[in-house]
C-alpha cells in the first residue's frame, strides 16, 4: 500500500491533539460525506480506498490500498498512526455492491467473491483498528451494513448474505472486545443518492420510484448518513455497542403497505 500521491503535505507532519480517525472506502460518496464531517467535527482523519480519490486538505491523509488484504489493513492503521500520532476510531465501509456496477444475479463465483471481499474488509479492518486504537482514546468502530442486511431483495443474494454477515460480525465484535472498552456498531443504511447531474436516466426513474416506498418519500443524502455515524464513533454515544441503527427514512418500519 502506498500513500496517494496527492496528499496533503500538511498531512504528513501533523502531529494531532484532535481526535484521529481511519475511514475506509473513503473514495465513495458516502466515505466522502464522512471525511468531510470528521474534519468539520474537528478530527485528523486518514481515508483509504482501493481507488485514487481527489479529496485533500489539512489534517487529511490519503490512502490507496486493499482493505480485504490483512497487509494493507494493518498498514492503513500504521500510516494513520504514523502520521497523526494516535487512532481514536475507525468507520469501515469500503466493501462491492453499494452504489457500485456490481449487480446479481451473475455466477455463484462472482457471489462467492462479492460476499469473502466484503466480510475479509470489514474483519480485518475491525481487526487492525482493535490493535492500534489509542489506550486513552474514544476506541469506537463503525461498519456500514445496509437495509439489505434487514430486509431481502430478489435476486441480489451475496450483497444480502454479506451484510446480513456483517451484522453479526459487529455484535460479536462488540462482545469480544468491550472490555478492552471498544464500541462496535453498524449503520444500516438506505438507499442514498448524491446529488450527481450526470446521472443516467435509469437511475434516476429508479430513484423516484423506490422513493415512493420509503415513508419521508425521499433517498437519503450521504450527509445524512455521514451525521450518524460521527454520532456513533463519538463519545456521545459512549454506552451504545453491538447495535445495528437503520437510518433508512422509515423503510424497514413498514411492512409493506404503499401508502
Ligand atoms: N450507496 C447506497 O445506497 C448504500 C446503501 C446501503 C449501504 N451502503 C453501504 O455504505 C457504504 C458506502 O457506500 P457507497 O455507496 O458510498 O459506496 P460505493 O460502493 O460507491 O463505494 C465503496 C468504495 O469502497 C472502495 N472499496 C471497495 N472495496 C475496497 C477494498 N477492499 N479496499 C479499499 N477500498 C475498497 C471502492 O473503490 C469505493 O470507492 C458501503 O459499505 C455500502 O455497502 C450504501
Known sequence: ??????A?????VIKAPSPVALVTGAGSPMGRAVV???????YAVAGIDDKPTDLVGEKHLVLVGDMSTEQDSRLAVSQTIDTFGRLDAAVLLADLGGSSTVHMPGTVAEGEHLLARNLSSIALGIQAAVEGLSIDGHRSIVATASVAGLLADPGNWAYHASKIAMIDLVRSSALTYAARGIRV????????RADDPNENPAAQTFGRDFSRRIPLFRLAQPSEIAAVIAFLISPAASYVTGTTLAVD???TASAGLVF
Open 185 to 192: 456498531n453498524n449503520v444500516a443504511s438506505g438507499l442514498v
Open 1 to 6: 500500500m502506498r500513500p496517494q500521491t496527492t
Open 36 to 42: 468531510l464531517k470528521l474534519l468539520e467535527n474537528g
Open 8 to 12: 496533503s503535505p500538511e498531512a504528513e
Open 249 to 251: 427514512g422509515g423503510l
